[in-house]
């Protein structure tokens, strides 16, 4: 459950999209919402005055009454960074990168994914409800764990969760493949089980399976055969995934995000 939903809205088409998604988000668990903008301090205040107008429109279109519009100047990753710190945020909310764009994308997207303290939601694209299908990657990292607890506390009851486990065999045989499956199938099997514990009794349902392969293949292959409408990660865990997340898994999904994408530390 959140209580205070943060947008960075850099005036993209796609940060309409977040907007009305963490709207949604806001509607669904009763949370408050505030919009931040971070304006450029060389541009002129003609342009800051046509970017509070474009900005007081879309809330007025899109988010819920009472949603607080906050301007600050400086560096936008940092001004983001800075402003969660400082005002009680739970979750952060922005918009995919479909174009190149000097604000959120590059790497100060990347600086504020790796820093964030609270989880973070990048929307990429439009959805007419609440989300009903997520995907959760997971190892046997606390992260993992952590990210699979905070999409069941961001999905409805109405939508299913499903785990996917990915390992490399790497050079085994066959039989020896099919051992260290079972063995993965049964550890994850009892990890869910032991998660699930911890979990209010009322949210999605949730499923899992173990794959055999690469973790981005696999990702990939999941998400397009469950037509997935959020892809779940965590971001500091210690397993094969998480190292990998770190580097080219995160950049490849958070720059060309299939669905939306909630990532948790």
Not at 13 to 37: K, P, W
Not at 224 to 246: C, F, I, K, T, Y
Request: proline share 6%; glycine share 8%.
């Amino acid at each position: 459950m959140f209580k205070h939903i943060l947008i960075a809205h850099d005036l993209r088409s796609t940060a309409d999209l977040a907007l009305r998604r963490a709207a949604q988000l806001a509607e669904q668990h009763g949370a408050r919402l505030s919009v931040l903008h971070v304006l450029d301090p060389t541009q002129s205040e003609q342009t800051h005055d046509h970017a509070r107008q474009t900005l007081d429109a879309s809330i007025s279109q899109y988010a819920p009454p009472g949603s607080e519009l906050k301007l600050r100047s400086g560096k936008p990753s940092e001004v983001v960074l800075q402003h969660l710190r400082e005002n009680g945020h739970d979750l952060l909310v922005l918009g995919g990168h479909l174009e190149r764009h000097e604000f959120f994308s590059g790497t100060s997207l990347d600086r504020i994914a790796r820093n964030c303290p609270v989880p973070l939601l990048l929307v990429a694209h439009p959805s007419p409800g609440p989300y009903q299908q997520a995907l959760a990657a997971i190892d046997f990292s606390l992260c993992a764990c952590s990210a699979l607890a905070g999409a069941y506390g961001l999905l409805p009851e109405s939508a299913e969760l499903h785990a996917v486990h990915v390992f490399d065999p790497g050079k085994a045989s066959g039989e020896q493949a099919d051992s260290q499956l079972q063995i993965q199938q049964a550890l994850i099997a009892q990890l869910l089980e032991d998660e699930a514990r911890l979990l209010p009794p009322s949210g999605p349902s949730i499923s899992h399976a173990v794959h055999q392969g690469g973790i981005l293949r696999c990702l990939q292959e999941q998400l397009r055969a469950r037509n997935s409408d959020l892809l779940v990660l965590g971001s500091h865990g210690r397993g094969a995934l998480s190292q990998a997340l770190l580097g080219s898994l995160a950049q490849h999904f958070l720059h060309k995000a299939p669905c939306d994408v909630f990532v948790v530390r």
